[in-house]
């Protein structure tokens, strides 16, 4: 099956500094990848969509200079948290569209950010 | 706009019993329409999916969905549960071009020994 890949899986940093986030899709050409954000015990809540080669479209309400997303190949996408404060604090998700199998998102494993 | 309703945040069953799920959504197209689980500190993982084929959908590790466009619904199933499918369930519909997820609120599924 399709497999998405995350690094790092859990990351502590300090507030005020920038964090990377990377997604890859490991055996398909993903030309959409998405990015999630869940707070425990909550359901996923979109944060933006990430097209290969253009600029990702942000859900209302999310920052795009805080969170920057880059997509600049079929199998990477970045997310980074700029200036990360505690309450960007959160479990962070990716996933990917296969180019083939449209209709379907395949997630990654997550990234846990804590931001002391 | 597309919405997605998950009844019950808990469910909890015996181990052996039948598991029902249940989600109905709201569309204005044909939908699109998932089932995923996620394990504790862990990604969701695609259980199976409806996409305007056969309306009952067979996925992985026994379960099963039946689309029923006059309810709306599109609940999930397995006739005996397992301790290892002690999980967080999200029922999403994918929204037309854009294909977004729309994610229902999750139901957490504890199974008792």
């Known amino acids: 099956g399709a497999v998405v890949s995350q690094h790092p899986s859990r990351v502590i940093c300090k507030s005020g500094t920038s964090v990377k986030i990377e997604c890859r899709s490991l055996?398909?050409?993903?030309?959409?990848m998405f990015w999630y954000r869940q707070f425990p015990k909550q359901s996923l809540m979109l944060m933006a969509t990430?097209?290969?080669?253009?600029?990702?479209?942000?859900e209302q309400g999310v920052e795009k200079d805080k969170f920057l997303i880059n997509h600049a190949s079929l199998t990477l996408s970045t997310l980074t948290v700029t200036s990360a404060h505690p309450e960007d604090s959160s479990f962070y998700i990716c996933?990917?569209?296969?180019?083939?199998?449209?209709?379907?998102?395949?997630f990654g494993p997550g990234t846990r950010l804590l931001v002391l | 706009a597309q919405s997605v309703t998950q009844l019950g945040s808990h469910v909890s069953v015996s181990e052996g019993a039948l598991v029902l799920l249940r989600c109905n959504y709201s569309?204005?197209?044909?939908?699109?329409l998932f089932w995923y689980v996620q394990y504790p500190n862990q990604g969701l993982q695609l259980l199976l999916k409806?996409?305007?084929?056969?309306?009952l959908v067979k996925g992985i590790n026994g379960f099963e969905a039946e689309f029923k466009k006059s309810e709306t619904s599109f609940h999930l199933t397995k006739p005996s549960a397992h301790m290892s499918d002690a999980a967080e369930y999200f029922c999403?519909?994918?929204?037309?071009?854009?294909?977004?997820?729309?994610f229902g609120s999750g139901t957490r599924l504890l199974v008792r020994p």
């Open positions: 996933s990917a569209r296969d180019r083939a199998g449209w209709e379907t998102q395949y």
């Open positions: 055996d398909f050409q993903a030309t959409t």
């Open positions: 990430s097209n290969e080669g253009s600029k990702a479209t942000y």
């Open positions: 569309s204005s197209v044909p939908p699109y």
């Open positions: 409806y996409t305007s084929a056969a309306t």
């Open positions: 999403a519909v994918s929204e037309g071009s854009s294909y977004k997820l729309i």
